[in-house]
């Protein structure tokens, strides 16, 4: 069982930067395959990127690359999506999400643990 909370969300201006950050409860956050997701209103909740264990494996959505970067301290059950250089289309709720397969997965069916979102809003 884990338990996932976000913090870093807010509204930036195009071009600026947001760290989001989930911290997570639970001895055995270093197992979970950890993702990031985001919603906005009548669409579906899509991937923006994933972080295998170990952080050796990560995977971006194509709107995010080299934009985005996903990390994660295991020392202290957090993980973390840098944000940069933003556009109002990533204007989203941002989830965070943890997945105890043992596959690497970057689908939302894969995860079974989900953070209370955080909106993140940028304005052009």
């Known amino acids: 069982q884990v338990q996932l909370v976000e913090s870093g969300g807010g509204l930036v201006q195009a071009g600026g930067s947001l760290r989001l950050s989930c911290a997570a409860s639970?001895?055995?956050?270093?197992?979970?395959?950890m993702g990031w997701f985001r919603q906005v209103p009548g669409k579906e909740r899509e991937s923006v990127a994933a972080?295998?264990?170990?952080?050796?494996?990560?995977y971006y959505a194509d709107s995010v690359k080299g934009r985005f970067t996903i990390s994660r301290d295991n020392a202290k059950n957090t993980v973390y999506l840098q944000m940069n250089s933003l556009k109002p289309e990533d204007t989203a709720v941002y989830y965070c999400?943890?997945?105890?397969?043992?596959?690497?997965?970057?689908?939302?069916?894969?995860?079974?643990?989900w953070g209370q979102g955080t909106q993140v809003t940028v304005s052009s």
């Open positions: 639970g001895r055995t956050f270093s197992s979970y395959v």
């Open positions: 999400a943890a997945s105890a397969r043992v596959e690497f997965t970057t689908t939302r069916a894969g995860y079974g643990y």
């Open positions: 972080i295998s264990w170990s952080g050796s494996r990560t």
